[in-house]
Nanobody, 125 residues
Framework: QVQLVESGGGLVQAGDSLRLSCAAS????????MGWFRQGPGKERAFVAT????????AYADGVKGRFTISRDNPKSMVYLQMRSLKPEDTAVYYC??????????????????WGQGTQVTVSS
């Protein structure tokens, strides 16, 4: 029902900024809370940020709080992750995900129904 496509990943140096985008198919995005997750090499998929359907409430993992900002544009069916002051430990495949509970700010992957294919972010020192 919902298809998600991430873009914007790439190779950057520590301290740089990068903006990830997530495009959703159809007029469905306003019914979902959204999240970003990441999976580094040899690691489990981990929570990064989430935003409720209205965009009014956000939550972040401790390691990215103050550096990353999640936002959304429902009329355009877009979700963004603005990453600043990137560190080598931010290197991972970043995934966009949709949660059918529009007001839930979940950090758990199992609460998200739809996932994108991921976009690679590599931060060099």
């Amino acid at each position: 029902q919902v298809q998600l496509v991430e873009s914007g990943g790439g190779l950057v140096q520590a301290g740089d900024s990068l903006r990830l985008s997530c495009a959703a198919s159809g007029p469905f995005l306003n019914g979902y809370s959204m999240g970003w997750f990441r999976q580094g090499p040899g690691k489990e998929r981990a929570f990064v940020a989430t935003i409720t359907s209205s965009g009014l409430y956000t939550a972040y993992a401790d390691g990215v709080k103050g550096r990353f900002t999640i936002s959304r544009d429902n009329p355009k069916s877009m979700v963004y992750l603005q990453m600043r002051s990137l560190k080598p430990e931010d290197t991972a495949v970043y995934y966009c995900a949709a949660n059918p509970r529009p007001n839930q700010s979940s950090a758990y992957p199992t609460d998200y129904t739809y996932w994108g294919q991921g976009t690679q972010v590599t931060v060099s020192s």
